[in-house]
């Protein structure tokens, strides 16, 4: 039954990403808008295998987990409905947090960062995965299978909730009305990959927008009267963006930050700090950025 979810899903929604992909690519040529290149789409179905190589390959590792930790549940849900609301709600609300604790620690930054990296907004980056996520992304995921909810289940979940965090990449679809307060949208997911200062760091959820709202990461895109146009990618550019340096560039960019001579708090701080940090304020994290940016315009008025 678990696998005939799985398959039914895949047969939904790989007609769907081609079918809006190709759209969008004809739409973006009919408007004159330079949304694709060749590059950075093959980037990104590079990454995307990548990452679905690791998963499958560590998959029966985490379900294994979470089926021992299920043993343990201390809930038992059951009506239907509330079993499979509650694990949406539940999913979306940890996947906040990973995806928090992934742009606030540089440790997991260096993997997410590949996810960031590409200039360019269209439905495909939504495939440009965080490559080694996999290996311990199951973690923040191991209290719903405390809560009572079934190892197969949050698989697929997890798999049907990353169908609309991948729709989102699109610069086709403007406001969506009152669903602006209550998923993510295509606006709040153009302000996550953008690298001004007011939006670095913001929209975390991949389904629902109100963890944002709730635990301040929130804002809206900002009409282009009163703020500057998005601008898509990393704050540094990758200096050499190929194959082998899109997924590791800032694990070496950690090695030669911790091998200054400093104090080891200051290298702690280099692995694990925001990305950003550093020891003589040579460079800036987000919220120094967005800062230095808000005295910049208030001395221009």
Known sequence: MESLKEQLLLLI????????????????????????????TLTNLYLMILNSGIDLLFRAVYVVIFQ??????????????????????????????????????????AVHVTHHSSNHF?????????????????????????CGFKPLDIVFIFSATQIWGILVHTEFVKKMGWLEYILVTPSHHRVHHAYNPLYL???????????DMMFGTFQKEMPVEEYDSIKYGLTKPID????????????????????????????????????????????????????????ERKQAV
């Open 68 to 109: 021992i930790l299920y043993q343990y549940r201390v809930l038992e849900i059951q009506s239907p409905f509330w079993y499979w609301f509650w694990l949406v709600v539940g999913m979306d609300f940890l996947y906040y947090w990973l995806h928090r604790v992934d742009h606030f620690c540089r440790f997991f930054w």
């Open 201 to 211: 760091d913001r929209n975390m959820g991949m389904f629902l927008i109100i963890w």
């Open 122 to 146: 269209n439905l495909t980056v939504g495939f440009r995965s965080s490559v080694f996520q996999p290996l311990y992304r199951f973690i923040y995921f191991i209290p719903l299978a405390l």
């Open 240 to 295: 050499k963006p190929n194959a082998v340096n899109i997924v590791f560039h800032e694990w070496s960019n950690i090695l030669k930050d911790i091998r200054q001579k400093i104090s080891l708090k200051a290298k702690f701080m280099y692995i694990f700090g925001p990305p950003g940090w550093s020891h003589d304020g040579s460079r800036q994290t987000s919220n120094q950025l967005r800062d230095m940016e808000a005295v």
């Open 13 to 40: 929604s790989t007609p769907l990403y081609i079918g809006v992909i190709l759209l969008e690519m004809v739409f973006s040529h009919y408007k004159h808008r330079k949304a694709y290149t060749l590059w950075d």
